[in-house]
C-alpha cells in the first residue's frame, strides 16, 4: 500500500507557478520541501508579482503561507524579472534577484510553460 505524507499531499495541491496577469514584475523560484521524516520530496514553484519591491516581499508571503502549518519548508533558490504580455500570449524570463541570486531561468520556464502553454516563454541571462 502507497502512502502518501501530509507534505506529499500538499504539495501536490500548490500552484507551480503564479504571476501578475500582465506587466514587468520582479519573481522568485522557490524550493517547497517536506519536512517530515523520511520524506525527501520537494518541488519548485514559481512566483512574481508586480506589488513586490524587492525579491524577498515575494519570498517572505509566499513562505509564511506555505510553512504555517508546519509541514512544508521553503527556500527561494533564486530570482529574476518576468515580462508578461498578455495580449501577444508572451512571457520573457530574464535578469537575476541581488539578494538570491540568478534563478534557473530554465526551470522557471518550463513552469510557466506548463500554466500558459499556448504561450511563447523564453528566458535570457541578461538584465537586471
Not at 520582479?26 to 508579482?49: A, N
Not at 524577498?56 to 509564511?64: F, L, N, P, Q, T
Request: a negative charge; charged letters at 30%.
Amino acid at each position: 500500500m502507497c502512502t502518501q505524507t501530509k507534505a506529499a499531499a500538499l504539495m501536490a495541491n500548490i500552484p507551480q507557478a503564479d504571476i501578475d496577469p500582465s506587466g514587468v514584475f520582479k519573481y522568485v523560484l522557490i524550493r517547497v520541501h517536506s519536512k517530515e521524516e523520511g520524506d525527501d520530496s520537494e518541488v519548485d514553484i514559481v512566483r512574481g508579482y508586480g506589488w513586490a519591491e524587492y525579491h524577498a516581499d515575494i519570498y517572505d508571503k509566499v513562505a509564511e503561507e506555505l510553512e504555517k502549518d508546519g509541514h512544508l519548508d521553503c527556500e527561494c533558490v533564486g530570482g529574476g524579472r518576468i515580462k508578461h504580455d498578455a495580449q501577444a500570449k508572451k512571457i520573457q524570463i530574464y535578469g537575476y534577484s541581488m539578494g538570491f541570486g540568478r534563478a534557473n531561468h530554465a526551470v522557471s520556464r518550463e513552469k510557466l510553460k506548463a500554466r500558459y502553454p499556448d504561450y511563447e516563454v523564453t528566458w535570457d541571462n541578461e538584465g537586471y
